[in-house]
């Protein structure tokens, strides 16, 4: 059976997949595949192993004979789940592995923007490092302040165990449902949105991109948070309206904003956002690490490799195709 390959991904995934008895085909040109490209490759696969790709109801409908979709990412809301699931098509993706490396990329964000980091660092590469002068250059103090987490799964939690242990931070998340393990935990407090909004120094952004979550970080959001507040984000760009972000920046409505996400992405380098000093801004690195996209590559062929064989891929996530 055959398989197409969106991204070239770590090589012990693939050869997870050809031990299988796999014929693996991968895209290896550095550009995104169009989507006739993409119902192309797969006419003749049997499975689609997707990085960085759109899945919409015209590929999925283009592509129904697919038996298995596996994504490598945890976030799938560049697919129509709903479609997949209409057509019985098992879709995986990447849950847990990732957790640790996108709090870390979270947590030096944070840390970064306090200190206005990757201005200073530009700073010097333009000749600026002068005449010392202790009132200049001056960031904002983390320990003992308040993380607020919007959307405390895995990944939040890891952030917060992370503040918590570094800064003594106090705790307290906005969620559509409790999170009784932090709450145990980490003495985390569960609050109105209202209230993460006028109580967070540091505002972290851990949710999933869904209809209810797109552009929650408006205007009227930023307008609600403190002014020495630091915003945060490694879930998704669309999550945070990018204009009204800059504009309350240069308002100084907050103090900072830290992304490892963008809308769109990739970010133009004539970003406004990116001139800012008090603005850190990564190319969505959040699960960049050797060993994070290794294990997460592996989880994608090993939901391959049950899909193919019929069974229920170890990390699905529209069960209900198999009730
Ligand atoms: C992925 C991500 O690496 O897992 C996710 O949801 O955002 C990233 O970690 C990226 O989507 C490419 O697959």
């Not at 939690?157 to 559509?176: D, Q």
């Not at 009227?220 to 204009?243: C, L, P, W, Y």
Request: glycine share 6%.
């Amino acid at each position: 059976m055959k398989v197409f390959v969106t991204r070239i991904l770590p090589a012990a995934a693939i050869a997870l997949l050809e031990a299988a008895g796999l014929e693996v085909t991968q895209w290896t040109e550095k550009r995104k595949l169009t989507q006739e490209e993409m119902i192309a490759h797969c006419k003749d696969a049997d499975a689609l192993l997707s990085a960085g790709q759109l899945i919409n109801k015209e590929f999925l409908l283009a592509s129904k004979h697919l038996k298995v979709i596996a994504l490598h990412s945890v976030g799938y809301d560049n697919v129509d789940i709903d479609t997949a699931t209409a057509l019985k098509i098992p879709v995986g993706n990447t849950p847990g592995v990732l957790s640790d490396s996108t709090a870390d990329t979270a947590f030096l964000l944070m840390l970064a923007t306090s200190r206005n980091a990757f201005y200073m660092h530009q700073r010097i590469l333009n000749g600026e490092w002068g005449f010392f002068e202790p009132t200049a250059n001056l960031g904002i103090e983390l320990h003992g302040s308040t993380l607020g987490i919007y959307g405390l799964g895995k990944i939040g939690l890891e952030m917060a165990k992370r503040c918590v242990g570094a800064y003594h931070m106090k705790i307290i998340y906005h969620n559509r449902s409790r999170n009784e393990d932090a709450e145990k935990e980490l003495n985390a407090t569960y609050v109105s949105f209202e209230e993460l909004l006028q109580q967070s120094d540091v505002l972290s952004v851990h949710t999933a991109l869904t209809p209810e979550t797109e552009g929650k970080f408006n205007m009227d959001a930023f307008k609600q948070m403190k002014e020495t507040a630091i915003f945060v984000n490694t879930a998704r760009g669309s999550i945070h309206n990018e204009a009204d972000l800059t504009e309350a920046l240069e308002q100084k409505l907050i103090w900072g904003a830290g992304l490892d996400v963008t809308n769109p992405e990739p970010m133009s380098p004539q970003n406004p956002l990116l001139k800012m000093a008090n603005v850190c801004v990564l190319p969505h690195i959040g699960s960049a690490t050797v060993g994070t996209r290794n294990a997460m590559a592996r989880i994608a062929a090993d939901n391959i490799i049950a899909g193919l064989k019929g069974e229920k891929l170890p990390h699905v996530v529209n069960p209900e195709i198999y009730s």
